[in-house]
């Protein structure tokens, strides 16, 4: 299957400060990815859908000021987080279409702790 | 109505059992179905993509997909401790690969 690799695995911040997370397709190109948050025990939320040289779609509810998102390559995604509070600790996660089978394929995750 | 449905589980089944996995999903217009395994504190990973109705196999995992009915399983056979892990479909509407629909899973748990 394609590749998609995420980085950092796992961040620790403090309250207020900004964190970027990229996400990256290393076999294939990419015009469209996801984010995803994922809070213990619960279900995937979709966060955004990130466009190459396009602005991103957010999802009802997220902050596009808070979130924000650049995909400024075929390959590159990246998410950062503004102002990070403890609230946004969760476990985010990327994903890429290959479009010549349609599957959707995720990276490792990113977990952030904001203390 | 969500758009697609799984039992949450967990489902308990005595190692070297068949497992059988079920999702159903609410539009006639989805054309791609695909199942992923998330173990504990890691991402999904693809295992299945089926695309047509019937089964479709791939080593101890059969994917079987009924249009009609709007139902698509996971089977796997000779269940193994090491398949514990929460099972999500996920479909695709035709020709709109920007959005996919994810089930809430199904915990599936093999005692050895």
């Known amino acids: 299957g394609a590749v998609v690799s995420q980085h950092p695995s796992w961040v620790i911040c403090k309250s207020g400060t900004s964190v970027k997370i990229e996400c990256r397709s290393l076999d294939f190109q990419a015009t469209t990815m996801f984010w995803y948050r994922q809070f213990p025990k619960q279900s995937l939320m979709l966060m955004a859908t990130s466009n190459e040289g396009s602005k991103a779609t957010y999802e009802q509810g997220v902050e596009k000021d808070k979130f924000l998102i650049n995909h400024a390559s075929l390959t590159l995604s990246t998410l950062t987080v503004t102002s990070a509070h403890p609230e946004d600790s969760s476990f985010y996660i990327c994903s890429a279409t290959l479009l010549v089978t349609g599957e959707l394929f995720f990276g490792e995750g990113s977990r952030l702790t904001v203390l | 109505q969500k758009e697609v449905e799984q039992n949450s589980g967990p489902l308990s089944v005595p190692e070297g059992a068949i497992a059988s996995l079920n999702c159903t999903y609410s539009?006639?217009?989805?054309?791609?179905f695909f199942w992923y395994r998330q173990y504990s504190g890691k991402s999904p990973e693809l295992i299945m993509s089926?695309?047509?109705?019937g089964d479709k196999e791939d080593g101890r995992f059969t994917a079987q997909l009924n249009k009609a009915s709007q139902y698509v399983s996971l089977l796997i056979r000779d269940s193994q401790p090491s398949d514990s892990a929460t099972y999500l479909c996920?479909?695709?509407?035709?020709?709109?690969?920007?959005?996919?629909?994810f089930g809430s899973g199904t915990k599936l748990n093999v005692k050895p």
């Open positions: 996920a479909v695709n509407k035709e020709g709109n690969f920007n959005k996919f629909y």
């Open positions: 539009d006639r217009g989805s054309q791609s």
């Open positions: 089926i695309y047509s109705n």
